[in-house]
T-cell receptor
Framework: QQQVKQSPQSLIVQKGGIPIINCAYE??????FPWYQQFPGKGPALLIA?????SEKKEGRFTISFNKSAKQFSLHIMDSQPGDSATYFC??????????FGQGTTLQVKP | EAQVTQNPRYLITVTGKKLTVTCSQN?????MSWYRQDPGLGLRQIYY???????DKGDVPEGYKVSRKEKRNFPLILESPSPNQTSLYFC?????????????FGQGTRLTVV
């Protein structure tokens, strides 16, 4: 019940495409859903996060869509660029709880 | 500059030789944790610490030890490393757990045990 399942494991898109990464969770007590971005040789860094009281959050070209009833959330990257090539992790936690990370998605954006 | 600093960045060692990976943060964060990253498995928490002298096991604690004698430091100790501990390790800190837990990660330590 603590798991967060992320898919796909890897993704290749052309520049300008819209990659979508999906995550699903079981624990309905989770109330914080962040996405972390990791470039090669670096540690993950917070990209964007959402609380379950909203269905969508947008920051620049990055959008989180949240479906509470389906217990799913996804990351969309609009007008993707080669500089977006990285590994993306979804995560979930509940208040006073630890972050549970998904398995990660390696994204490659081709020029 | 706010940061989490891990050392060393790369380490090759032999089975059974004790090693310590250091982690230090300069943000006065209470919560610190160690993760290991393996392909297809994501980030798995090894140990965490809610504050000085308060540590607890994460999801994969076997073969590891930690200590938190000072707020800023949280070293990871492998008393007798084995090849299955070959991995990429990350230290992270955050102001608190739960909804305030934007985790700040170090640069990572790539450990190879032969």
């Amino acid at each position: 019940q603590q798991q967060v399942k992320q898919s796909p494991q890897s993704l290749i898109v052309q520049k300008g495409g819209i990659p979508i990464i999906n995550c699903a969770y079981e624990n309905t007590a989770f109330d914080y859903f962040p996405w972390y971005q990791q470039f090669p040789g670096k540690g993950p860094a917070l990209l964007i996060a959402i609380r379950p009281d909203v269905s969508e959050k947008k920051e620049g070209r990055f959008t989180i869509s949240f479906n509470k009833s389906a217990k799913q959330f996804s990351l969309h990257i609009m007008d993707s660029q080669p500089g977006d090539s990285a590994t993306y992790f979804c995560a979930a936690s509940r208040e006073l709880g630890k972050l549970i990370f998904g398995q990660g998605t390696t994204l490659q954006v081709k020029p | 500059e706010a940061q989490v600093t891990q050392n060393p960045r790369y380490l090759i060692t032999v089975t059974g030789k004790k090693l310590t990976v250091t982690c230090s943060q300069n943000m006065n964060h209470e919560y610190m944790s160690w993760y290991r990253q393996d392909p297809g498995l994501g980030l798995r928490q090894i140990y965490y610490s809610m504050n000085v002298e308060v540590t607890d096991k994460g999801d994969v604690p076997e073969g590891y030890k930690v200590s938190r004698k000072e707020k800023r430091n949280f070293p990871l100790i492998l008393e007798s490393p084995s090849p299955n501990q070959t991995s990429l390790y990350f230290c992270a800190s955050s102001l608190a757990t739960g909804v305030l837990n934007t985790a700040f990660f170090g640069q990572g330590t790539r450990l190879t045990v032969v």
